[in-house]
T-cell receptor
């Protein structure tokens, strides 16, 4: 079955450092992959989309990579701030059923 | 800020009651979704719609029903609420074509507690 794996443990990072979150997927080949941020009690908010033919995408302090051979996407936040603390969700898009497949997310905690 | 609204934000009701969770969007998106999410868990798709008069069941079996009579409105109804329905319900919308297709915009959610 299609499966998304994200760091199940919370990630604690010191303010100012780079946070790196991992998303691994199995049993399919997504056309593209999206990353979302979710704050407690709120709906997810779209951050970045990366296509299968793109190696890297950047937006301000955010960077996403997509390795279709490893079946993995990495999400980086540089110069992290306490306000970046949230849960980050990985969502590959599968053409065969026209849906996003959602990971459970990684909880990121940036300590001052 | 996404223009998608869910009401109520919080709802506590007794077992057996009928409830409708409201969702409206003003972005003209053709596709709309309902997800169920428990704390710390992934989103589970329970219903979606490609447009007016189109509704489909998602991957997670649900006793709820939906309707799509207008593009902007996608309400979810539980005919008889049970404690097992206690969860957060998230509504989302997206385009199905164009540059931004399948980027989903979410409402703030409805947290439902059934006693």
């Amino acid at each position: 079955s299609q499966k998304i794996e994200q760091n199940s443990e919370a990630l604690n990072i010191q303010e100012g450092k780079t946070a790196t979150l991992t998303c691994n997927y199995t049993n399919y080949s997504p056309a593209y992959l999206q990353w979302y941020r979710q704050d407690p009690g709120r709906g997810p908010v779209f951050l970045l989309l990366i296509r299968e033919n793109e190696k890297e995408k950047r937006k301000e302090r955010l960077k996403v990579t997509f390795d279709t051979t490893l079946k993995q996407s990495l999400f980086h936040i540089t110069a992290s701030q306490p306000a970046d603390s949230a849960t980050y969700l990985c969502a590959p898009y599968v053409d065969s059923n026209y849906q996003l497949i959602w990971g459970a997310g990684t909880k990121l905690i940036i300590k001052p | 800020e996404a223009d998608i609204y869910q009401t109520p934000r919080y709802l506590v009701i007794g077992t057996g009651k009928k409830i409708t969770l409201e969702c409206s969007q003003t972005m003209g998106h053709d596709k709309m979704y309902w997800y169920q999410q428990d704390p710390g868990m992934e989103l589970h798709l329970i219903h979606y719609s490609y447009g007016v008069n189109s509704t489909e069941k998602g991957d997670l079996s649900s006793e709820s029903t939906v309707s799509r009579i207008r593009t902007e409105h996608f309400p979810l109804t539980l005919e008889s609420a049970r404690p097992s329905h206690t969860s957060q319900y998230l509504c989302a919308s997206s385009y199905t074509s164009g540059v931004g297709k399948n980027i989903q915009y979410f409402g703030a959610g409805t947290r439902l507690s059934v006693l």
